[in-house]
């Protein structure tokens, strides 16, 4: 059964507030035991439009892994997706982008660290949905990385990360529980 056409409306007075939080959670590919279904669509079996992008099913981690925070400065970081190909082969670009301030030894560490890893980040919209870029057939590496120290006092010591995947959808909106612990 493929999806049928249906109005799509925006309801009055519904809060839209823009940014993302002031972190982002992360998981090494390696440290996954289990992705949730349904992070690979597929658009002529499912029942309706949210099938395809809301993600019910958690994140199973290996023992002792979990997901981790990594700070973002607030109204500095944003989701985005891109629709890309050519006709008759569109998918999208999802990413997200952070701002970490100061350039610590911890943090320039992880960065070094991370740089050729495949992971999965969580990241928290300020309207209190969580969106993932990664998945299991195409996890997320980070893109770039930009940090600089500042030429004026004034200026901010802040190093921008962007962390992206590619998906046959817009990054999807995850539901279920986060593992925010060490798994059994």
């Known amino acids: 059964m493929s999806l049928t056409a249906k109005d799509i409306l925006w309801p009055q007075g519904r809060l839209n507030p823009g940014g993302i939080g002031q972190h982002i959670l992360y998981a090494f590919e390696e440290d996954i035991l289990t992705w949730p279904t349904g992070l690979n669509p597929d658009t002529e079996t499912a029942t309706s439009y949210n ?13 002792g892994k979990q997901f981790f925070k990594l700070h973002c400065t607030l ?15 569109k998918s999208f670009e999802n990413s997200v982008e952070i701002s970490f301030p100061g350039n610590e030894a911890e943090f320039l560490g992880f960065i070094a660290a991370a ?9 928290p919209e300020m309207n209190g ?56």
């Open 51 to 63: 099938d395809l992008v809301t993600i019910a099913t958690p994140f199973i981690m290996k023992t």
């Open 75 to 89: 109204e500095e970081g944003e989701v985005k997706f891109t629709q890309v190909g050519p006709r008759d082969s």
């Open 115 to 123: 740089a050729n890893r495949k992971i999965v980040a969580l990241v």
């Open 129 to 184: 949905k969580t969106r993932i870029i990664g998945h299991q057939l195409f996890p997320a590496q980070i893109e770039s990385v930009e940090g600089t120290s500042g030429k004026k006092v004034a200026d901010g010591r802040s190093t921008k990360v962007v962390i992206k995947s590619a998906a046959g959808t817009p990054a999807p909106i995850y539901t279920a529980a986060i593992p925010l612990t060490p798994a059994a």
